[in-house]
């Protein structure tokens, strides 16, 4: 059953703790992404990975941090130093092709609260 | 000027009617365009999406793409209640980015 998979589904969290967000896939897709949605609003860019080893800032990266040691693998973590982290964290992936960008699969999503 | 507009809404329309959602976007480098539906409390689903200007249908659903003016619309024909939900246009920049609109609430009314 080929998908993506985040955990928890809800995380609590004290201000001033760090804290790691699963996202994993099997849909062997080369590129995956993690955004921030707020209440009545878009998705925001935190960070992209188009390669094991190798990840890009997205619009918003500051107080996030990544890593992609494995195809399927892209945690995200919160730290400390995000100034309002409380939001519905999601991952997404999506195939690779040469030449363009191809549409990302989403995730069920994390919300995070901290307090 | 944002990115990628789309009106808030809501956007309400009755059983059985057309829905049209309109989104206008600032890069024209942009090739790929993407519609999402979201339920509320759940993640973004893919229902669309077009490459090429013209019209593109699946279903109830088609597509519309205009570089020139720099819109992509959706209709939904025969509206459904089920079809109540937030949709998000999405635009690509450059080979490795979505711009995501801030969404449309759609309303169905039985």
């Known amino acids: 059953d080929g998908g993506i998979t985040q955990s928890p589904k809800y995380l609590f969290r004290k201000e001033g703790q760090n804290v790691t967000l699963s996202c994993e896939q099997n849909l062997n897709h080369d590129a995956m992404y993690w955004y921030r949605q707020d209440p009545g609003q878009g998705l925001r860019l935190i960070y992209y990975?188009?390669?094991?080893?190798?990840?890009q800032k997205g619009d918003i990266a500051e107080g996030y941090s990544v890593s992609r040691e494995k195809k399927e693998s892209f945690p995200l973590t919160v730290t400390s130093a995000q100034k309002n982290p409380t939001a519905f964290y999601l991952c997404?992936?999506?195939?690779?092709?040469?030449?363009?960008?191809?549409?990302?699969?989403f995730g069920p999503g994390t919300r995070l609260t901290v307090t | 000027q944002k990115e990628v507009e789309q009106n808030s809404g809501p956007l309400s329309v009755p059983e059985g009617a057309i829905a049209s959602l309109n989104c206008t976007y600032s890069d024209r480098g942009s090739q790929s365009f993407f519609w999402y539906r979201q339920y509320s409390g759940k993640s973004p689903e893919l229902i669309m999406f077009i490459y090429s200007n013209g019209d593109k249908e699946d279903g109830r659903f088609t597509a519309q793409l205009n570089k020139a003016s720099q819109y992509v619309s959706l209709l939904i024909r025969d509206s459904q209640p089920s079809d109540s939900a937030t949709y998000l246009c999405?635009?690509?920049?450059?080979?490795?980015?979505?711009?995501f609109g801030q969404g449309t609430r759609l309303t169905i009314n039985p």
């Open positions: 999405a635009v690509s920049q450059g080979a490795q980015k979505l711009v």
């Open positions: 990975s188009q390669i094991v080893n190798d990840f």
């Open positions: 997404a992936s999506s195939p690779s092709r040469a030449g363009g960008l191809y549409e990302q699969y």
